[in-house]
């Protein structure tokens, strides 16, 4: 496996967990109650900042390798930073939805 695809892998991850938003939202982003009673907690779990932060601090060490050990490409670097910026703003906005409807806000 080439060292470009770990920040990839890395994007793909944490896409995965924006995805997840699907088993408490519906498409027009109504929460869906759960067949059992779940507390707040059990809903939004740790919150976003640091599901966020970790999913960067993966990135930048991800990057960090395929930087040193495989390419200095900065278009390479661009794209991911960008993906990156995208599937964060998802998040916020999915969590803040989500949260809102859960606390009642």
């Known amino acids: ?15 995965t967990l924006v995805a997840d938003y699907r088993r ?5 982003m109504s929460y869906i109650q759960p067949a059992l009673a779940a507390a707040p907690e059990d809903v939004l779990g740790f919150g976003f900042w640091p599901t966020w932060t970790l999913a ?8 960090t390798l395929a930087y040193r050990f495989a390419t200095h490409a900065k278009a390479y670097y661009v794209a991911v930073a960008v993906t990156f910026a995208l599937l964060s703003a998802a998040d916020f906005t999915l969590y803040h939805s989500l949260e809102k409807q859960v606390l009642g806000h």
């Open 1 to 15: 496996m080439s060292l470009l695809a770990l920040p990839v892998m890395a994007l793909v991850g944490y896409a």
């Open 24 to 28: 408490n939202l519906d498409s027009n």
């Open 56 to 63: 960067l601090a993966v990135l930048i060490l991800l990057c």
